[in-house]
């Protein structure tokens, strides 16, 4: 596996494991949200990113990325970062799931940039999980209010 491709392989595996940090995430603070209106926006964005994650997965199946099985490190510093939040209350809470989003829209405008990304997902990033990801934080904002 030459540079270029293991740098694709990176690329993607963080992708994979940023949308299953961020289901882990919306999971664990959904065990904390009592209120309707903002528990079923969290739910709905939840999945949102676990269709993320099995679509990128399907995307990557046309290659040969190994892809773990966990969400890695990224996923146990969101589950501590919600937990600690959640002490806290609903907006603290949400500012950091705002956090989260934000790292993940950057994530997905820098994986766009590398050329050798297969273009299938390249455009499936561009068309679908960005303007998602923009649409996420603005929502999440509205709920910090």
């Keep these: 596996m030459n540079s270029l491709k293991k740098l694709d392989s990176e690329k993607i595996v963080e992708c994979i494991q940023g949308e299953w940090a961020a289901v882990e995430t919306y999971q664990k603070a959904l065990d904390t949200i009592k209120e309707h209106k903002t528990f079923s926006r969290l739910e709905e964005i939840k999945n949102h990113h676990e269709e993320a ?24 510093l969101a589950y501590v970062a919600t937990e600690a939040a959640a002490f806290f209350g609903k907006n603290a809470t949400i500012h950091t799931l705002i956090k989260g989003e934000e790292h993940g829209l950057e994530l997905y405008k820098s994986t766009i940039e590398n050329s050798e990304i297969p273009l299938t997902m390249k455009l499936h990033i561009e068309e679908v999980l960005i303007p998602r990801q923009y649409k996420h934080i603005e929502s999440l904002k509205k709920l910090a209010v």
């Design 53 to 76: 994650s099995q679509c990128l997965l399907n995307i990557n199946s046309e290659n040969d990325f190994h892809i773990p099985k966990t969400s890695g490190a990224w996923g146990s």
